[in-house]
Nanobody, 121 residues
Framework: EVQLVESGGGLVQAGGSLRLSCAFS????????IGWFRQAPGKEREGVAC????????YYADSVKGRFSLFRNNAKNTVYLQMGSLKPEDTAIYSC??????????????WGQGTQVTVSS
């Protein structure tokens, strides 16, 4: 059974940092791409970052490029989203998702429950 569980969300002041974790089971990173998404109240869900299992390349939305970074720990079956220089507009529920395939393309077949990130000004 495929499962993804996010953790690490919380309240942080603008300019601060948080590290989100996506612990997964039921598959390996050899066969799945992992993406991070966020959804703020009243807004559509947007893709934030994704790591391809094909070559380990990471992709970032323009809104987070240079501030967020992805890294993975294969031994722990975990993908991390390191977030820095946080802004109030980064406030959202962050979810990780897995795409059954090596590239960062939809559909993302499996989703975690999400973790709240709140950035205060």
């Amino acid at each position: 059974e495929v499962q993804l569980v996010e953790s690490g969300g919380g309240l942080v002041q603008a300019g601060g940092s948080l590290r989100l974790s996506c612990a997964f089971s039921g598959f390996t990173l050899d066969d799945y791409a992992i993406g991070w998404f966020r959804q703020a109240p009243g807004k559509e869900r947007e893709g934030v970052a994704c790591i391809s299992s094909f070559d380990g390349t990471s992709y970032y939305a323009d809104s987070v490029k240079g501030r967020f970074s992805l890294f993975r720990n294969n031994a722990k079956n975990t993908v991390y989203l390191q977030m820095g220089s946080l802004k109030p507009e980064d406030t959202a529920i962050y979810s990780c998702a897995a795409h059954r395939g090596v590239k960062c393309v939809p559909p993302f077949d499996y989703w975690g429950q999400g973790t709240q990130v709140t950035v205060s000004s």
